[in-house]
């Protein structure tokens, strides 16, 4: 296999494990099972739409000669909105390393603000390692995790179905779920349309760092369309292993875990080693599936932040992941408790239809007239991106409390990377 053949099958399963993240293996499920075919059918849309925008994103920066910070910097002159990614990028790493480490030793040191903390540090320490000391072996061992992953979730698959005595009455009810049409509804398009977001994993500059390594001998339409291909593959396995998790305990478990949104899917999560306590290998093999779904998603996510501040710093390799990851763990120390990481969280995900937006500004902001399918593309997606942030803000207030505070950052970081150029433009120029 030559190199171009060989790398290519690496990025197909990179972009694919950075796509999947712990939300599609308890989210997606979820969302299937509550709007059935015609949900699905209509997540599909979207995310062919929204797939298109990130082979876009590949293109324009592998074609334009430009690294992908450059494109900010010197040809769009927007500065703050890669600046802006960057501190989501952060935000999420610090919330999103706990969760993945919590994955393996939760049952130790526990869900707490000190066992978040913990983990946390671990999560961000390996990451630290990879960065740092696999230097130019980094992709490679990002993709070959991701193939791992893919691996991990099909065996997951099978050993679910092969252990779980079939349950025809509970069973028969998840396939009658599944298979179902409803009514289309405004709540079923924004769900839809939220879960492609999520699925694409727009928003935090992947695709753009993806266009700066490759060159023209590559095909992104190949590499991003197949790595999303798996990505889906991957919700369905997901879904699949899902129902089967919750057959041990009753259909009215199935019901709460559908219709009680993101914390009945955490919930769930957290309720696994109860209802699979007689089945300490398939929670083993959950566990594992969710560590790296996590892994494969964290990694690449630290790989744009990473690139960012060498970028704009001039900083070694070794100094950017330090500040990237030491600035999450300090974070980290003020959001471990519960309450106010699910606040960080919510900040992050009204943050980022905005910041998609800004993933997508290069490409409609060239030099280059885009032709008229492509602003018709980033005409919906941009659409989709601000009804969807537009939305997320009214759910974060009208929440209130603590997320309240995630609304107002949210807030600061879209509006400091719209108009925060005169701050930035001298330094980062």
């Known amino acids: 296999m030559d190199q171009v053949k060989k ?51 590949t293109e324009k920066v592998m074609k334009s000669g430009y690294y992908f910070v450059e494109l900010y910097k010197k040809v769009a002159q927007k500065p703050a909105m890669i600046l802006a990614i960057l501190v989501v990028v952060t935000l999420f790493l610090s919330y999103y390393a706990a969760n993945t480490m919590l994955a393996l030793i939760a049952p130790i040191v526990g869900t707490g603000t000190a066992g978040r903390l913990i983990a946390k540090a671990l999560m961000l320490g390996i990451a630290f390692l990879v960065l740092t000391r696999a230097k130019e072996k980094t992709f490679a061992i990002m993709a070959g995790g991701s193939i791992f992953f893919v691996i991990a979730v099909f065996v997951t698959m099978v050993a679910f179905k092969v252990q779980i005595p079939n349950n025809a009455a509970f069973l028969g009810m998840a396939k009658h779920m599944i298979t179902t049409t409803h009514p289309v509804s405004l709540a079923m398009i924004k769900a839809a349309a939220e879960k492609a977001v999520y699925g694409v994993g727009l928003g935090f500059g992947f695709y753009l760092m993806l266009g700066s390594f490759i060159n023209e001998r590559f095909n992104a339409k190949v590499i991003v369309g197949t790595g999303i291909f798996i990505q889906l593959l991957i919700g369905i396995m997901s879904t699949i292993t899902i129902v089967y998790s919750i057959a041990p305990a009753t259909p009215a478990r199935l019901i709460e875990y559908v219709y009680g ?34 892994v494969t998603s964290l990694l690449p996510t630290s790989e744009v932040g990473l690139q960012i501040i060498e970028s704009l710093t001039g900083v070694g390799r070794a100094k950017a992941a330090a500040y990237l990851l030491g600035s999450a763990f300090l974070i980290g120390i003020f959001d471990s408790p519960p309450s106010i990481a699910e606040a960080t969280l919510k900040a992050v995900v009204v943050a980022t239809f905005f910041t998609a937006i800004f993933e997508l500004y290069p490409v409609i902001a060239s030099k280059e007239k885009p032709s008229s399918l492509v602003l018709t593309v980033a005409g919906i997606a941009i659409a989709v991106f601000l009804i969807g942030g537009l939305y997320a803000f009214y759910n974060v207030f009208r929440a209130g409390g603590v997320y309240i505070a995630s609304g107002l950052l949210a807030a600061i970081i879209i509006l400091f990377g719209l108009f925060g150029d005169r701050f930035v433009s001298r330094e980062a120029t």
């Open 7 to 57: 790398w290519t099958l690496y990025l197909m399963f990179l972009v694919a494990g950075f796509a999947t993240g712990i939300g599609s293996i308890g989210l997606f499920p979820q969302f299937w099972l509550q709007y059935g075919m015609t949900g699905l059918g209509i997540y599909l849309i979207f995310l062919v739409v929204l797939t298109y925008v990130a082979i876009l994103e």
């Open 261 to 294: 949104g993101d914390e009945a899917a955490i919930k769930l999560m957290g309720d696994l080693p109860t209802i699979l306590a007689h089945y300490p290998v398939l929670l083993a093999l959950i566990a594992l599936s969710v560590f790296f779904a996590g």
